[in-house]
């Protein structure tokens, strides 16, 4: 029997704020109060003058996936691993079938490979195709605890789903009580502008930017929430980038449709598009779709985070060394995209939320992993300290200083996108699964710990 107490701590959720004692029992939270008695043998934290949070939900992670010519280079593992030592308990991958390949066997390989996590996870069910076959498979998708389906509107001849596919996934989505969740860039202009650059010979990383305009995704965001609104269900818009897209989800919600969601990552909130000036190739470090934007947008998005039209934030964590960069060498259409950010997000969006008086204490709860967890179903069981909640803690000193580099993360990935910052406040001490797994920089994670976590449904928040 695994017994953990964490005394004296100012425990955060998202919607107080109170001093105590968590007590923890298997891997479940058991009692919350002051002075708590408990069995002799108890493992004791001392948290005082420490923040006591639920462990974070990263919503939007890719491990070892397979992409663009190469694989994501953190796998269920080590991606984990990263995470647990950025406060991250839980991830959502993205299970993504190749052309034409069935969602169960994908669903297989996907299950295959997240053996090796260390923490608890679960997976969106990419539809990359449509026909009679996924419809019918989506069913038993959702019965195996997976209620929301992602959409590709961009990655023209890969991933790429057209209209006439979003609207039937969509159709099916409602039939089945879930969500759709989108990665929202006009692919078809996406396509015409990259040829367009190649053939005019600019094609060094400086370009991807270029080929990828704001205007796409704040077109292809209000695409996909107007066919949502046609078929009446909700649907979540992950990473989004820019002021385009927010006014197309403000529009949505000002005009009352219900279950229009937005994520922005940690990524596109502190960097925009002056990353791309960087010389000799750097700039591939941070080429990832959409890209990051010129000024004034970060600073829309802190708007919109601020006025709760952006509910949850991510990662996007999909880590590629300059090795596999180097693909693009010649042609930046051919950079594998995607960045690595799973360990960096609590500490900077405690730092340049909470710290630079743009959020509360509980909103920066909410967006860490409350808001997700309700929108994907898996709070309360994860998402908050509650009795009978997981044993997924984060114990958060304040004063502590953090420098960001590739040379002292573990995020297995030669860069990194946020070199040099610094933030302060980051985690002391991780439990996961009511396992004592980070302290003070000593992580003992165990490979395999982790659980795939079945959710019942979604929650419109
Ligand atoms: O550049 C990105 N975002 N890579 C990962 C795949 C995706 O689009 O989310
Ligand atoms: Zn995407
Ligand atoms: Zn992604």
Not at 231 to 256: E, Q
Request: proline share 5%; hydrophobic share 40%; aromatic share 8%.
């Amino acid at each position: 029997m695994s017994r953990i107490v964490i005394r004296n701590g100012e425990i955060i959720t998202s919607m107080d704020r109170l001093r105590g004692d968590v007590y923890c029992e298997d891997g479940v939270i058991r009692a919350i109060g002051a002075k708590l008695e408990v069995p002799a043998g108890t493992e004791v934290i001392d948290a005082s003058g420490q923040l006591v949070f639920p462990g974070g939900l990263d919503p939007h992670v890719h491990m070892e996936l397979p992409f663009m010519g190469t694989v994501s280079a953190d796998d269920f593992e080590s991606g984990t691993a990263a995470g647990i030592c950025g406060g991250v308990t839980c991830i959502i991958d993205f299970c993504i079938p190749a052309a034409k390949q069935s969602l169960l066997e994908a669903l297989k390989l996907w299950d295959e490979k997240s053996k090796k996590a260390v923490a608890d996870y679960s997976y969106h069910m990419a539809i990359t195709w449509f026909s009679e076959q996924v419809e019918k498979e989506m069913g038993t998708v959702k019965e195996r605890g997976i209620p929301s389906f992602k959409h590709f509107m961009a990655y023209k001849g890969a991933l790429m789903l057209d209209d006439d596919g979003l609207y039937r996934s969509f159709c099916r989505i409602k039939e089945l009580g879930g969500i759709a969740t989108i990665h929202a860039e006009n692919g078809d202009v996406v396509w015409n502008l990259q040829q367009k650059l190649i053939r005019a010979g600019k094609n060094g990383p400086e370009y991807h930017a270029v080929s990828r305009p704001p205007e796409v995704e704040g077109e292809a965001t209000n695409r996909a929430i107007r066919i949502a609104e046609v078929v009446g269900m909700p649907v979540y818009i992950v990473h989004m980038s820019c002021k385009a897209a927010l006014d197309a989800v403000i529009a949505a919600r000002l005009r009352g449709q219900r279950g229009v969601y937005a994520e922005s990552l940690i990524n596109h909130l502190l960097l925009d598009d002056s990353v791309y000036q960087k010389p000799n190739f750097e700039a591939a470090a941070y080429v990832m779709s959409p890209p990051f934007r010129p000024k004034g947008n970060p600073d829309a998005l802190w708007d919109g985070v601020k006025a709760g039209m952006i509910q949850t934030t991510g990662t996007d964590h999909c880590p590629f060394n300059m090795s596999q960069k180097a693909m693009g060498k010649d042609n930046f259409t051919l950079i594998p995209n995607g960045c690595a950010a799973i360990e960096d997000r609590m500490s900077l969006l405690w730092h340049h939320g909470v710290g630079m008086g743009r959020i509360s204490e509980q909103q920066f709860v909410s967006l860490f992993t409350t808001n997700a967890c309700r929108i994907f179903g898996l709070y309360p069981r994860k998402g908050t300290i509650a009795i009978g909640s997981d044993a997924d803690i984060v114990v958060f000193d304040p004063t502590k200083t953090r420098v960001f580099s590739a040379k002292t993360h573990h995020q297995k990935v030669d860069r990194s996108i946020f070199e040099g910052f610094e933030a302060k406040g980051a985690p002391s001490h991780v439990i996961a699964n009511g396992k004592l797994v980070y302290k003070d920089g000593d992580l003992r994670a165990t490979r395999g710990a982790g659980r795939f976590i079945p959710r019942a449904g979604i929650q419109l928040i």
